[in-house]
């Protein structure tokens, strides 16, 4: 028996009660509400039968339901009751089916909302970022509370014209971040750095505790680095400060892409040919452990222009850490990987190009994000000891000129900056491993 | 190697395989291990022969010196009256004729589920890409994969990961499937789902299969003859005939031939277990 319309608010109510749709925005549950409708029922009132085709979705609004699994499903609890707010008949929803698993049987009198699935699909897929969130959910409720095998519980995947594969990155992605606005993790990142400026401020400009009277206090620091004419001569407003910075990157830019050019085929190299890796490894490992601060001597001697000084002991650090990660990367990848590829015929370079590459990179990314890390901290040491410009340089000429806060500004920027090539070199890594993000997000939910 | 393109009534002419004699020593530190004892074994064109022995007898030993990851120390193995390999030979070369479909799965995880599909006919250079890609999607969506070509394996479950494999080695027109253990980690319920998909596999498309279990009732329920191996060295104990008509389905499970087969091969193969308990072996 059909209710009249004009009880969308109730069917809205019913939406919000169930599990996929708990964080759904008004404005999708009022187009879901929009093709529901809701129905009553009377006690033992059969809903449909096992088999029948699956094409209507129930979410309980009021009063229970009697929930039965055929048996070739191999669910391990057949039987279930499901309550207001539960979800029922989702096996429209499902990978590859199109009939019923199950009968349902109202047991007291109940009020249903009923949604076709096939339009309750088409409005998901017309949201891309939500859409595809609310899916999960369906597919999450489904594993949690009916006990039927995971293989038969995997929910359809949203497609559909406008769900382009660079699109659904982008949903992707833009379901992540709202998942990470969602958790307590970056508000808990807030309270930490709070907790870090406020004790830096407390020690230093209320306590002036032993140790901290002599240092630049927070306030002192943000009012030099804000200044439009600051006391020590370096300010976001200064031009001079951006030059140091753009000077570091741009070091930090060379030795950096040097590094992965020369590293990440050593390393593959290495990895693919145990002869190869004979000859060097080595040699590469008696290398690998000298300081870089050992090298400034004899890269002076060798580097006229103090530059290439710079640059070649930026590169020597990163170069290290990103041929090893690289070797290890190639020999951690599965031999059944190898052995399938030439079975499928796949010819020795073909399996370089399709095996080794592909299955080596989750290491390689791993190595470049130390490599660009290692870059920072070595480009620094080598900009204390020569160079001209660059925030190594910086923090060091304002110890000389007794310029404190200057020193803190310097760092703080290299910290900033130090932590968006790092951040860059991630977002690099999860474009070209979408493979390994999916996989890695579905573990997550 | 040149492939004749065929379809339907020609494959039953492909794959037969002829095991003479294969003697596999291990010698890695100046201890000599026989894994393979004079193993000969005759599998017909178009047979699903089970192999089943306790679980490091040294019958994945005999499938990697068919499939060419291994050599054999003596002995001859012959697909369709070429010699794969030999004492002169004693590696045979990997090849899309014989494709294994692995213990763990080996479906490369940084291609979707289409591009592992298409990445034989492409890498051999047999199938243009657009061709590939169409026939890849016709075939899975014959193993009741569609819908899934565009998910990474990682997304799927474990069963239809396994389907996505035996179809990608069928894109090859194989002469012969070589399986070893394939679904060992699957659960037993999924595991009954699989062996029927694989046998509706099997009756479309007819390829030998050289199938390694140590599940005693997968191996009779799928196979036209059981081969019951010796634990390490390893060779033909006992060969069975399953009388049981194909095409199959699971009801044959509860039928009293299969009871009977059940009894009269068990004693065997417990037998075998325990002498490998006995002399712990290793895994492998």
């Known amino acids: 028996m059909e209710v009249q319309a004009g009880q969308e608010h109730e069917a809205r109510a019913a939406l919000r009660e169930s599990a996929p749709f708990r964080d759904a925005s008004e404005r999708l549950l009022e187009r879901i509400a929009a093709v529901a409708r809701l129905v009553r029922v009377e006690q033992g009132a059969r809903i449909y039968g096992a088999g029948e085709v699956a094409d209507d979705l129930y979410i309980v609004a009021s009063g229970r339901v009697e929930h039965v699994f055929k048996r070739e499903v191999g669910a391990r609890e057949a039987l279930k009751r499901i309550g207001p707010g539960g979800v029922f008949g989702w096996a429209g929803l499902l990978l590859g089916q199109s009939a019923r698993l199950a009968s349902a049987t109202a047991v007291e009198p109940a009020t249903l909302l009923r949604i076709p699935a096939e339009d309750l699909v088409k409005i998901l897929e017309s949201e891309p970022v939500e859409g595809a969130a609310v899916m999960d959910r369906f597919g999450q409720m489904i594993q949690r509370d009916f006990t039927v095998p995971t293989f038969l519980a995997q929910v359809r995947r949203l497609s559909g014209a406008p769900l382009t594969e660079e699109m659904s990155r982008f949903s992707l992605t833009m379901y992540r971040i709202s998942l990470w606005v969602k958790s307590p993790r970056p508000y808990l990142m807030m309270i930490g750095f709070a907790i870090f400026l406020g004790t830096w401020y407390l020690a230093v400009e209320v306590w002036r505790l032993p140790r901290f009277r002599d240092m630049p206090g927070l306030t002192v620091v943000v009012k030099e680095w804000l200044s439009p004419n600051p006391t020590y001569g370096l300010s976001v407003y200064t031009a001079e400060y951006y030059q140091h910075i753009w000077v570091s990157i741009w070091r930090v830019t060379q030795a950096f892409f040097l590094a992965t050019a020369l590293g990440v085929p050593l390393g593959l190299l290495m990895g693919w040919s145990p002869r190869f890796k004979e000859y060097v490894f080595p040699i590469f490992e008696m290398l690998r452990p000298i300081p870089i601060l050992a090298w400034v001597p004899l890269a002076i001697v060798m580097f006229i222009a103090t530059e290439s000084a710079v640059i070649f002991l930026a590169f020597l650090a990163s170069f290290f850490a990103t041929a090893l990660n690289t ?99 991630r977002i690099a890594g999860d474009y070209l491993m979408q493979w390994r993000v999916r996989e890695l997000a579905l573990s997550e939910g | 190697m040149e492939m004749t393109k065929s379809s339907g009534a020609e494959v039953k002419t492909r794959g037969h395989i002829l095991i003479e004699d294969v003697v596999k020593v291990y010698d890695p530190e100046g201890a000599a291990v026989m894994a393979v004892d004079h193993c000969s074994l005759e599998i017909e064109a178009g047979e699903i022969c089970m192999i089943v022995g306790p679980s490091g007898c040294g019958k994945t030993t005999l499938l990697n010196a068919i499939a060419g990851f291994h050599e054999i120390t003596s002995g001859r193995i012959l697909l369709d009256g070429e010699v794969l390999c030999s004492a002169q030979k004693p590696r045979a070369e990997p090849g899309p004729d014989r494709i294994v479909v692995f213990q763990n799965g080996a479906l490369f995880p940084w291609k979707t589920n289409l591009e592992n599909v298409v990445f034989g006919p492409v890498m051999q250079g047999r199938m243009t890409k657009a061709e590939a890609l169409d026939r890849g999607r016709a075939m899975m969506a014959d193993a009741g994969l569609a819908g899934v070509e565009h998910n990474y394996p990682g997304e799927v479950s474990s069963g239809m990961r396994r389907r996505v494999e035996i179809v990608r080695a069928l894109m090859n027109n194989p002469a012969v499937l070589l399986l070893d253990e394939p679904y060992r980690a699957l659960d037993s319920l999924t595991k009954s789902v699989m062996h029927e998909a694989l046998l509706e596999i099997y009756y479309k498309n007819k390829v030998t299969i050289f199938f390694i279990t140590h599940d005693l009732e997968e191996a009779i329920f799928l196979g036209h003859r059981v081969a019951i191996m010796t634990t390490r060295p390893c060779k033909p104990k006992k060969l069975l005939t399953v009388d049981i008509p194909h095409p199959r389905d699971y009801s044959v499970l509860t039928s009293k031939r299969f009871r009977e087969l059940m009894q009269e091969t068990s004693e065997a193969v417990h037998e075998e277990a325990r002498k490998a308990f006995q002399a712990g072996e290793r895994e492998g």
């Open chain 1, 327 to 425: 070797m290890l990367g190639v020999q951690s990848i599965d031999e059944s990987y190898v052995r399938a590829a030439h079975c499928l015929g796949a010819k020795r370079w073909q399996v370089f190009r399709h095996v080794i590459i592909p299955g080596a990179l989750p290491f390689i990314f791993t190595g470049l994000q130390i490599s660009i890390g290692v870059c920072w901290f070595s480009l620094v040491a080598a900009e204390m000891v020569s160079g001209q410009y660059g925030l190594g340089y910086v923090i060091n000429t304002s110890y000389v000129m007794v310029r404190y806060p200057t020193i803190i500004i310097g760092m703080a920027t290299l910290g900033i900056v130090g932590y968006a090539t790092s951040a860059l070199v």
